[in-house]
């Protein structure tokens, strides 16, 4: 089973939308967590309307999960968009227990932080991302802007996407893909 907690987006396909139905696909279960219910996803230069699910709302969809025993049969997390402090908090402790005793166990974190120069979340959960959740990661996919701030290394040539590699493999992911737009 896979635990996908990801934005949702009622317009386009980006987190959980454009995720559920190809792992569905691969023949793999899939329970779903939205993060955040927005009309379309935050790079729109008219802006976007919806919520956001903080850390309390997290924790009570996990431990009615927890309660009956749903949380034992997931043996991957996947995260995407994550717009608070508290959610971030609530994604380590969710990890750290599903983890607990299972080898197999695989955490993807795709640390949505924002794209071409521009934040979708606030600016000051690059940090917590860095310190908090990519340690606990074994695969992580960060795009060109997400590895720029999270190393502070700014990649202009190739040599610079070696240095930001290198400065990543220091969070601890045993697995890094990168991409450019």
Same mark, same amino acid.
């Not at 696909?25 to 903080?54: A, E």
């Not at 590895?147 to 220091?170: C, P």
């Given at each position: %089973? ?62 009615g999960l927890d309660e009956n025993g749903l949380l ?19 994604? %380590? ?76 493999? %220091?969070?601890?992911?045993?697995? %890094? ?5």
């Amino acid at each position: %089973r896979v635990l996908s907690i990801q934005s949702h987006v009622v317009s386009g396909y980006v987190g959980n939308k454009a995720a559920v139905f190809p792992l569905q696909l691969l023949g793999l279960d899939v329970d779903v967590i939205n993060s955040v219910q927005f009309s379309n996803h935050t790079g729109y230069s008219k802006g976007f309307k919806g919520s956001v699910m903080d850390g309390d709302g997290l924790n009570t969809l996990l431990s009615g999960l927890d309660e009956n025993g749903l949380l034992e049969d997931i043996q991957y997390i996947l995260t995407g968009y994550i717009g608070s402090a508290t959610f971030l908090a609530a994604i %380590r402790n969710v990890v750290l227990k599903v983890k607990a005793g299972k080898p197999n166990f695989r955490y993807l974190c795709d640390p949505v932080l924002g794209d071409n120069g521009k934040f979708y979340v606030p600016p000051e959960l690059v940090g917590l991302m860095k310190s908090d959740i990519i340690p606990l990661a074994d695969i992580v996919t960060p795009n060109q802007f997400e590895v720029e701030q999270l190393t502070g290394v700014s990649i202009l040539s190739l040599e610079d996407a070696k240095k930001a590699s290198a400065a990543f493999s %220091r969070f601890g992911a045993t697995n %890094r893909l990168s991409h450019q737009p």
